[in-house]
């Protein structure tokens, strides 16, 4: 059966883009959170997962108040890096795990999480930053993926235990997807973060060090968190941390902290990395 080798958080942050496009990760405020990201490049280098299941948000590419999904699953054979204001990215499409989208989709089900079905999908700063940070398009991806997009735009959205155990499902999944490939979770977005308000620019660097200590070690505390609480201490999008938790309910009950990074510069968004690998 496939094996579920570990996970990563990460913060996706859509100015960090154009650095990545233009080749200028070693430039500008924002140049230790790439360096930072080294040791989980390399570990996924050596460890080579197959496919990453990437639980993220959509900011408005894909989907819209018009109609917003709570949680939405690709199964698309590959997803476009869409074009967010910048020009289209020039990168090709990452290729999607199509059996393994349905098997999860399928088991979802069976469990009553009833996803929104996406053949099309293109893939926003939430999604595209993030893998861009871990893989190379040339001479290919190196990577499959199943995108999973979770709504934290439009209320009320899911609650941090809901997302938790979507992870949870999502891993029974996997473990029942047959084979012997080896699966990654990606979780994108926070930490703690205000874009907008009397509060904007609000970072709370004691929450997000508390959140990714109790994301490694006692992630059921962090499923007793109202949305509420989770938007006073982290700012209104800070709540995008359920995206880490929906990963790590997707690990074992017991996981070794590879590696934990956290840069808060002076722009907007504090910045975490931690890489969780089950024990
Ligand atoms: C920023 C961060 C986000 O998560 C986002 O979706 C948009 C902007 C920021 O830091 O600017
Ligand atoms: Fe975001």
Not at 176 to 185: A, I, N, T, W, Y
Request: net charge negative.
């Amino acid at each position: 059966m496939a094996q579920m080798i570990g996970g990563v958080g990460v913060s996706h942050i859509p100015a960090l883009v154009p650095y990545q496009d233009q080749g200028r990760e070693n430039e500008g405020e924002y140049a230790p959170f790439f360096e930072g990201a080294r040791p989980v490049r390399d570990w996924v280098r050596e460890n080579r997962p197959d496919t990453a299941i990437v639980i993220y948000n959509d900011h408005g590419l894909s989907f819209f108040l018009d109609a917003m999904p709570t949680f939405a699953l690709g199964a698309a054979p590959g997803y476009v890096c869409g074009d967010e204001g910048w020009g289209a990215r020039p990168l090709p499409p990452v290729p999607g795990h199509q059996d393994l989208s349905w098997h999860i989709i399928d088991t979802l089900i069976e469990d009553e999480f009833d996803p929104t079905i996406c053949q099309e999908l293109e893939l926003d700063h939430g999604a595209s930053m993030p893998i861009r940070l871990l893989w190379k398009p040339e001479p290919d991806w190196e990577i499959k993926i199943v995108p999973v997009a979770v709504n934290v735009i439009q209320h009320p959205i899911p609650k941090a235990k809901r997302c938790y155990d979507l992870g949870k499902a999502i891993r029974r999944a996997v473990d029942s997807f047959p084979g012997d490939e080896k699966v990654m979770m990606l979780g994108t977005g926070g930490l703690s973060h205000q874009l907008s308000g009397e509060r904007a620019g609000f970072n709370n660097p004691a929450f997000d060090q508390s959140f990714m200590d109790r994301l490694a070690n006692d992630p059921e505390a962090l499923t007793r968190l109202t949305s509420g609480d989770i938007m006073r201490e982290a700012g209104a999008e800070g709540v995008e941390v359920v995206m880490w938790l929906t990963m790590r309910g997707a690990l074992d009950e017991n996981v070794n902290e590879l590696y934990r990074n956290y840069y808060s510069p002076v722009s907007v968004t504090a910045s975490g990395l931690q890489l969780l690998v089950n024990a």
